[in-house]
């Protein structure tokens, strides 16, 4: 039979009651007669908890100790498990990220997987174990305990199942699948039933959160086929997978926003060569990503750049820019923390035109103003107020006809 690997959020193992609902899904899979490999994110809102106590006791805790820190959080979960698994009579066992071969470089916090050693979990597949691995951690070629960024435990699971060449990767959420836009927001949003890799890699980074992106982008890479389903309720869920033939339905698919958004802009920088890679090579070495840039066309040698950050890298960010804009000249910087992203993301847009016209009707139409504009192949993005998302949102659910079954 064929390896599987399941993946189960914070959310599905909350309350030692639900630990022993997954023990008995995970075993009904085993019984089956599947090899399986469970990765586990931590409990509830453990993470959080833990960078609280982390920030109580220093604003700025060092890297390193954090990783160190909020990789506990999983491994309660995958103790907790293994002993849910034994108490029904199943062999299972648990895994840190170090045990499971989980390699990484050392970009602590947000740390890429630079490899799998896939020996441990092999011999105790091939003893009969269930491999119960903590997620979202690995370890640096110095051993060093690193983190892979909020979510990152969709990441471990994709990652292991493209090593172990698992059929497939079935990330159990407490949401059913992956909608047209969030429900909270869009209450007739409906459950895709499949989507692209392309498409969810784009969703997915541009603020959907019920799959991480770089689990998307393994997914793409390796093609392997990722079911999003509901831990809790029975349902088909959403399979991300290649071979959606969109393209021939010429379609927006979905919707993703973001309140996790805020600008820089600089004014008054001088415009010679040299200028943008003298901001932006010290925002890369704080280990900062950013996201939109823009410039503007230069008056008289001096230009407006304006980029995006993360709202919890703003702080850090701005420290970075006002070294630098003594050292090069501008006339002032300005941070503005209250913007949100809405994308209209899908192949169908490739090659297409007007759908940046509609898009940008709609949201004029809701009375809601853009700040800054982004493109990909697949994806229109907008940049607005925050407090203006959920209405942004909602305009362009109704003007791309989502609630429509495609
Ligand atoms: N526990 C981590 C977080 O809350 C990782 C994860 O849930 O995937 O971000
Ligand atoms: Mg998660």
Not at 137 to 156: E, F, H, N, Y
Not at 341 to 370: C, E, W
Request: charged share 25%; proline share 3%; with cysteine.
């Amino acid at each position: 039979m064929a390896l599987i690997v399941q993946k189960y959020g914070g959310t599905s193992l909350a309350h030692a009651d639900n630990f022993k609902h997954v023990a008995r899904r995970v075993a009904a899979l085993r019984d089956q007669g599947h090899d399986v490999v469970v990765v586990v994110s931590a409990r509830g809102d453990t993470t959080d908890e833990l960078l609280g106590l982390a920030l109580e006791i220093t604003p700025e805790p060092d890297e390193r100790e954090l990783d160190l820190l909020l990789s506990t959080g999983e491994m309660v979960s995958c103790a907790l498990l293994a002993m849910a698994l034994k108490a029904l009579s199943k062999e299972a066992v648990s895994l840190t990220g170090l045990q499971a071969g989980i390699l990484t470089d050392k970009a602590h916090s947000k740390a890429r997987i630079t490899g799998v050693d896939p020996g441990r979990i092999q011999r105790e597949l091939k003893r009969g174990q269930i491999v119960i691995v903590a997620g979202f951690q690995g370890v640096t070629t110095d051993m060093d305990v690193t983190t892979l960024g909020r979510g990152g435990s969709d990441t471990t699971a994709v990652a292991l199942a493209a090593r172990l060449k698992a059929g497939r990767c079935e990330i159990y959420t407490d949401v059913e699948g992956v909608y047209t836009a969030d429900p909270r927001i869009v209450p007739e949003a409906r459950r895709l039933q499949d989507i692209g890799y392309e498409e969810m890699l784009e969703l997915a980074t541009y603020g959907a959160k019920v799959l991480h992106p770089r689990a998307a982008e393994l997914g793409l890479l390796y093609d392997i086929p990722i079911l999003v389903a509901s831990t809790f309720v029975e349902g088909p869920g959403t399979l991300v997978c290649k071979g959606v033939t969109m393209e021939a339905e010429n379609k927006v698919r979905g919707i993703a926003h973001d309140l996790d958004v805020a600008k820089i802009t600089m004014r008054g920088v001088p415009d010679r060569p040299g200028i943008a890679a003298a901001i932006f090579e010290p925002l890369a070495q704080a280990n900062i990503s950013v996201d939109t840039i823009v410039q503007n066309a230069s008056l008289e040698n001096v230009t407006d750049l304006t980029f995006t950050v993360a709202k919890g890298d703003l702080t850090k960010a701005m420290k970075v820019v006002d070294k630098r804009a003594k050292q090069v000249g501008f006339k002032q910087v300005l941070a503005d923390g209250t913007l949100g992203k809405v994308s209209i993301v899908g192949t169908g847009m490739q090659h297409t035109p007007g759908y940046a016209s509609k898009m940008f009707r709609a949201l004029s139409d809701a009375g809601v103003n853009i700040h800054l504009i982004t493109t990909s192949e697949v994806r229109i993005t907008c940049i607005v107020d925050g407090a203006k998302v959920p209405l942004a949102v909602r305009a362009l659910h109704e003007a791309f006809e989502l609630a429509k079954p495609q």
